[in-house]
């Protein structure tokens, strides 16, 4: 997990000579209470359903800081990381800010690509931060990322379906296709779609059997234990008995359109969907939406604990301003109204005591929920761990492999990834 000697090299020569893509310099006193100014971009990773509210914050930067332009950029989540690591790593046409998904932090700060934040205007009022939050911006003890939002996954059930079917919201995911059957008979809907694409979804059937990607501290390898073949046992029982329909290409875009038409009556997701889930015909009733916690397995229940960040490019030309955006979009006034708008869930305890976001209905059920998320590895190779996962859940959804041979083909993965775990 040391930083490559290349890498940082190449970034205290783009700290140097200033070639990074952010701004035209910009300017402040040493003390950093002069005018900023300047040009500062911004790569936002939001989904469609909230990219129209992170534009018009962003852009409210801009009447705080009149000499300031921020070049707001909307980037697919599926291409950001790939593409960021491109643009640092040839030192032309990375962003001055970068909303990173949590697991990215650790990855980007290993290869020298972001500047350190302590110390900085960008860490404002830390002590206001969830700890977990903070948790995940940290790497070898410095933080590298302000935490701007934090999730986890929940059950989405629509009301109407279950209470047509007579079936209680379930509490495990052996209630869940114990009722199946009835919900297809009276309902003509399929119990739950299960994301099949995405290996961030098959982590609550992993932790509900007891297992876990890896144990960072002990630097074990926990994918192919007994656990682990459970969890892929698990999600291939659900489709093979027909409580569940999958896919392998477009699950984001797939399951949220079948639950918006009731072609399905369950999904797992977070909170950033709720808004799109909302705009379906199911939910014209905005009190149809139902949230639960996320089924549990043999051993218990757990979600994985998620979320966002907002990083800044160690090679920015504009370090000031930067850091001053980031003070900005993670601020208490900016994560109320991301709550209020989108209902994503806060990373400063203060905003959850505003009565705009206590009453919020979606909020407090996720808050519940994350403090009871299961925090994954932040080790620098923790985006790493999922890519395995994703080509041995299409092993056994598709009947190519076992359950036993999906989860030793992803351990032997992890450890020629992490060459010292055993």
Known sequence: MRRGIAATALVAALALAM??????GGSADSK???????????????????KGVYKELAEGFEKKYPGVEVDYVSVSFGEANANFKNAAGSGSGAPDVMRTEVAWVADF???????????????????DYLEQAMGSARFNGKAYGAPQVIDTLA????????????????????ELAESAETIK?????????LRGDDPYWFLPYLYGEGGDMVDAEKKKVRIDDAAGVRGFAAIKDLVDSG?????????????????????????????????GALAGKEFKDRKNLGVAAVPGGSAGQGAPQGGWNLSVYAGSENLEASYEFVKYMSSAEVQQKTAEKLSLLPTRTSVYEKPSVRKNEMVQFFKPAVDKAVERPWIAEANSLFEPIRVQMNEVLTGKASPEKAAAGAGDAYRKLLKDYK
């Open 19 to 24: 070639t990074g893509c952010g701004g035209d």
């Open 32 to 50: 950093g209470s002069g005018e900023i100014s300047g040009k500062v971009t911004f790569w936002d990773t939001s989904n469609d359903a909230e």
């Open 109 to 127: 700060a290993n290869l020298g690509y972001l500047a350190p934040l302590d110390g900085t205007s960008a860490l404002d009022d830390e002590s």
């Open 155 to 174: 059950l989405f059930y629509n009301k109407r379906l279950l209470e047509k079917a007579g079936v209680e919201v379930p509490k495990t995911f052996e």
């Open 185 to 193: 008979s009276k309902t003509g809907a399929t119990a739950l779609y």
């Open 243 to 275: 409580a569940a329909i999958t896919d392998a290409t477009d699950g984001q875009e797939n399951q949220l359109k079948a639950f918006k038409d009731g072609d399905v009556a369950m999904i797992i997701d977070g909170p950033w969907d709720i808004e």
